[in-house]
Nanobody, 123 residues
Framework: QVQLVESGGGLVQAGGSLRLSCAAS????????MAWFRQSPGKERELVAA????????YDTDSVKGRFTISRDNAKNTVYLQMNSLKPEDTAVYYC????????????????WGQGTQVTVAS
């Protein structure tokens, strides 16, 4: 079994920064994609950013371009999300996900999920 443990969420003022971390542990596992999703009340879970192990290529949703950066330490099976210039609309529960699929956009592309960490951005 694989466990994903997130950390780094919290309350921040608009314009501030947070860094989320997600460490994978358990059986030997080399996910092709590790990603961050977020979900706010009444909304579907949406992809924020994803990182492909084999190429190092990253993908992020338009609403966070230029503000959020995903990075990954393959040796530690850890993925990070640096969030700058945070806005109130970034408020959500952020989930780390990992999967072996070659697609990455949908939650169903991922096998393992973290428990989620709350990010709240005050205006």
């Amino acid at each position: 079994q694989v466990q994903l443990v997130e950390s780094g969420g919290g309350l921040v003022q608009a314009g501030g920064s947070l860094r989320l971390s997600c460490a994978a542990s358990g059986r030997a596992f080399s996910p092709n994609f590790m990603a961050w999703f977020r979900q706010s009340p009444g909304k579907e879970r949406e992809l924020v950013a994803a990182h492909q192990r084999s190429t190092g290529i990253t993908y992020d949703t338009d609403s966070v371009k230029g503000r959020f950066t995903i990075s990954r330490d393959n040796a530690k099976n850890t993925v990070y999300l640096q969030m700058n210039s945070l806005k109130p609309e970034d408020t959500a529960v952020y989930y780390c996900a990992a999967g072996i699929a070659y697609s990455y956009r949908a939650p169903n592309d991922y096998t393992y999920w973290g428990q989620g960490t709350q990010v709240t951005v005050a205006s």
